[in-house]
């Protein structure tokens, strides 16, 4: 219900009762103008996009806290990255302000002063999506009608030339890694992500049928050990190298079950950080293959696994990837380098099929060039007068 009615002022007031039957008003100067406001609430009304406006004048840090308590499935990690987002870039430009304050040309202008301080491009996608999964929120809460961070241009992820070592690079590296030369090696040949080797058990570890079972993770957060799923919450099995079964089961003799397979002198789980300043980057500056990190024996894994004839759907399972198309975008350039091969391999099967039936398909070009007999047809003139 809607009314406009003039005040003793010589104002109009325009008021409104909500579904619930909750009045609101406004004033103005001139009829058509509250005429104009309530022509508004009632499209609003009709269209599905009203908002109470008392619901959008929540504070966004207050908001912001509410959206993170939403986040029940997050990986330990994740979680500290939002909570960083949010402390670092979200609520020192956005907190005071409410949800309804929120504007297009404010966010636009935020994340060009973000990367004008030297962030990262990629951290800068990442304020921007989680200040966008907070309005998204509000949007479904009846806060917002629609998302102002929609289509604010973003600076592009510059994606690192990824390094790729061959079995020399990987075995030179794994000595000089020594107490961890076995590490090193199920990294490379496996593909594993670095926390899921660290969280490997025993028990997970099936040398007979030569597979490891990827079902957990662990993550430095915050000083402690966290252990979770895996990255895409997925469970999956990986292929293990005949090479490293014997490496493997003297690395857990006499372990149990539920024991790590690979762990630190005193047999502490292995903490990234301390491994990569204490045992890789040492490592790495006496192989000679500066520049590489733990992740890039991944890579590494990813690139010896298609130069040996894997299909992609092979590298996709044996990496946890969510998709073969995610395979594809990271290392569908390795495939490139397979074309000449296919075309050998298709040239040795005709070359095969042609041997094996004694010659050359008799309808071939090169049969009839070389042992057919030539039909000289006769001109179409020759033909129309029977010649």
């Known amino acids: 219900m809607a009314s406009i009615a003039k005040r003793s002022d010589g104002r109009w007031r325009a008021r409104y009762r909500d579904h619930n039957g909750k009045e609101t008003s406004r004033h103005f100067d001139r009829k058509i103008d509250a005429q104009h406001w309530l022509d508004s609430i009632t499209t609003a ?10 619901q959008s004048r929540i504070s ?18 994740t979680r500290r990255d939002y909570e960083s987002l949010l402390e670092a870039h979200i609520v020192p430009r956005w907190g005071d302000a409410t949800l309804a304050d929120v504007r ?24 921007h999506v989680a200040l966008s999964q907070i309005l998204k929120l509000a949007i479904r809460s009846g806060r917002l009608a629609r998302n ?16 790729y070592l061959n079995h020399d690079e990987v075995d030179a590296l794994a000595d000089a890694c020594q107490d961890h030369r076995v590490t090193i090696l199920f990294l490379a040949y496996t593909g594993v992500r670095y926390g899921e080797m660290a969280a490997l058990r025993v028990e997970r570890l099936d040398l007979l049928r030569r597979r490891a079972l990827i079902s957990e993770s662990v993550a430095e957060v915050a000083g402690r050990l966290v252990f979770s799923a895996p990255k895409t919450h997925q469970t999956r099995s990986v292929p ?14 006499g372990k149990g079950p539920r024991d790590l397979v690979f762990t630190g002198a005193k047999g502490a789980p292995l903490r990234l950080s301390h491994f990569r300043r204490a045992v890789f980057l040492p490592a790495v500056a006496r192989s000679g293959l500066d ?64 041997k094996n039936s004694g010659g050359p398909a008799e309808n071939s070009a090169d049969f009839l060039r070389t042992n057919g007999q030539l039909i000289l047809m006769p001109r179409s003139s020759e033909t129309a007068t029977g010649q």
């Open 45 to 54: 009304v009709t269209n599905g996009t009203y908002v109470d406006p008392i």
């Open 60 to 77: 966004v840090a207050e908001w912001s806290q509410k959206w993170l308590s939403t986040k029940t499935n997050l990986k330990a990690t």
């Open 104 to 127: 297009h040309e404010d966010i636009t202008t935020w994340v060009a002063e973000l990367t004008e301080r030297g962030l990262s491009a990629s951290r800068v996608r990442a304020a």
């Open 148 to 163: 102002p961070a929609e289509y604010v241009p973003l600076p592009r992820v510059r994606r690192a030339d990824k390094r």
């Open 240 to 253: 293990i190298p005949r090479f490293l079964l014997e490496d493997l089961a003297q690395l857990v003799a």
């Open 291 to 354: 520049g590489l990190t733990p992740h890039g024996l991944r890579h590494t894994a990813a690139s010896l696994a298609i130069a040996a004839g894997a299909p992609v759907k092979v590298v996709q399972t044996m990496l946890g990837h969510a998709s073969a198309t995610m395979t594809l975008d990271l290392y569908g350039h390795l495939y490139a380098d397979q074309l000449d091969e296919v075309a050998d391999r298709m040239d040795a099967a005709r070359a095969a099929r042609s």
